[in-house]
Every structure is written in C-alpha cells, then in structure tokens.
C-alpha cells in the first residue's frame, strides 16, 4: 500500500498512535502524508520528534499524549512548543513508564497495570485520570499495597517505521533499540508499518537474528515501501539523523512565516519520491 492509502484508512479525532522516539525511526513519510490530507482533530499518542510537531504546525492536532517531544540535539521540538504556548492543542504529559504501561495494558487488553511509579508525587493532581488501588494479595509484611492504576492507552491507530519488512507485515528492526513499535500496534485497531525495503520473508532472517523481528504479521494491517521514509529521524543502520535538515526546520520555527514556507519547500505539492528527490540535492 502506499502511504495515501494509510491516511485514507484515518478518520478525523481518531486517537493515533506513533512509534519511535524523539528524532529516531519515526514514520515521516506517512506523517508527512498526514499533513497534506483535510484530516483533523487527532490525538496524537508519542514518544515525540517532529512528528509531533509538524503535526501540531499543520494544524492536525487536537491533544498530544506525550512522554517528551524532542528533537535530541535540540531539546525542545519548536513547532510542539508554539502550539504548547498558544494554546492550540491541549497536552497530556506522562511519565515515560506510566505511556509504556498504559500501551502495555491495552495491548494486553486489561484495564490497567500497577505501578509504584507517581506515588507520594503530584503527577495525580497534574493527571486527574489516575487512579490507586489496592492490591487483593499480602506482600511479605502481611499488608495490602496501595498502587497507582495506569489506564490502558487504547489506540485507533497506530503507524511505525522499521528498517525492513516481508509483504506479510513481519518486520525487522536492525538499529540498538526497537524502542515500543510493537506495543503501539498491539495496542491499536488499525497497523501500519513503512519500511525501507520489502525483502522476501527468507531475507529476514538472513539479515539478522530472530528476535530482530519485532513485528510480526498477525500485528499489522498494511505494509509501506517507503525508502528514506524515516527522513529527517534516523533509521540506523540505514542512516543517520540528517542534522543540517533538523537545524533548518528548527530554525524556521522562529519565523512567524516560517512554517508556511517549510510547508511549501517540503511538504505541498510533492509526493514523497519527489520530496526524497529534494533532499538529495
């Protein structure tokens, strides 16, 4: 499938879930598909990068869930803060084991999963969603342990980027860190995956170990051929962050034009043959 045909399968205020993490493997080029489309109204559910932020510049946003939205060598995602600051999207920070909890509980299909995780802090002033229970079963003192309640994070749809993949949907991770891909496509009804290649289901394993192959098909619902999809995150050991883009776009955030005219250089008008043709300039 192509990525138009995943963002025909969204619908306006579903709850979509992102893979990867800050500016690393993150599926740009569906994003970036996303903000050519009319869709609106998105809760976005990240790790984020620049996704989280052109997203948000695009006006695609309704809430962000979110753990961190970064660019990694620069620390706040600029596009993320000026909707922060404005007031355009509403936000809902987790700590970053509580959003892996939470994918974890819906993948899992169970309401919630327990954690010492918040306890004596304010994060369930800050998260008036959070619950205590607790627990039905003694610890070793004879006591009942009261817990926080992580609700599940059930997702509409969740999209992820990977180094390869069969044209079943198994797909291999290659880099250090397969990151929490497979948690959001099991916690999501709809699955997509890009990948930067499609190899037979044989070339799979013959790239690497087994256990590379985080994604299986039984997770996936549609599959991308989208070579420098990840473009400007990382995709290691394809490649690496493209620094010099990151800075630009960065930059631009500083012009009160300047998304309109990162929008018009890379976005508007092109497929993402020609926008890969672009950057390779």
Same mark, same amino acid.
């Given at each position: ?69 970064? @660019? ?80 599940? @994070? ?9 180094n390869q993949a069969d044209e079943h949907g198994n797909g291999q991770l @290659? ?107």
């Amino acid at each position: 499938m192509s990525e138009a045909d995943v963002v025909s399968r969204l619908t306006d205020g579903m709850t979509v879930g992102i893979g990867g993490w800050g500016s690393r493997r993150k599926p740009m080029s569906v994003v970036r598909e996303i903000c050519r489309s009319p869709l609106r109204d998105l809760t976005v559910v990240s790790y984020g990068g620049p996704d989280v932020g052109m997203l948000c510049a695009a006006g695609k946003v309704r809430e962000v869930v979110f753990a961190f939205v970064s @660019l990694d060598t620069i620390p706040l995602e600029p596009y993320f803060r000026r909707a922060r600051e404005s007031g355009a999207v509403a936000a809902r920070q987790m700590d970053e084991g509580m959003m892996l909890l939470g994918l974890q509980a819906a993948a899992w299909r169970v309401p919630f999963l327990p954690t010492r995780v918040g306890l004596g802090s304010d994060l369930p002033r800050i998260d008036p969603g959070l619950r205590t229970v607790t627990s039905p079963y003694p610890g070793p003192g004879g006591t009942h342990e009261e817990l926080v309640a992580v609700p599940a @994070l059930h997702l509409d749809a969740a999209i992820v980027h990977v180094n390869q993949a069969d044209e079943h949907g198994n797909g291999q991770l @290659l880099g250090p860190d397969p990151y929490f891909d497979d948690l959001f496509l099991e916690a999501a009804g709809r699955r997509f995956v890009s990948c930067e290649r499609i190899v037979p289901t044989a070339g799979l394993t013959a790239s690497g170990p087994v256990q590379s192959i985080r994604v299986t098909s039984l997770m996936v619902d549609g599959v991308v051929e989208a070579p420098g999809g990840a473009h400007p995150t990382s995709c290691v050991p394809d490649y690496p962050r493209d620094e010099a883009f990151q800075r630009d776009y960065a930059a631009s955030a500083k012009d009160p034009d300047g998304w309109a005219r990162f929008r018009k250089e890379w976005i508007d008008g092109l497929d993402e043959r020609a926008y890969q043709e672009r950057v390779q300039r």
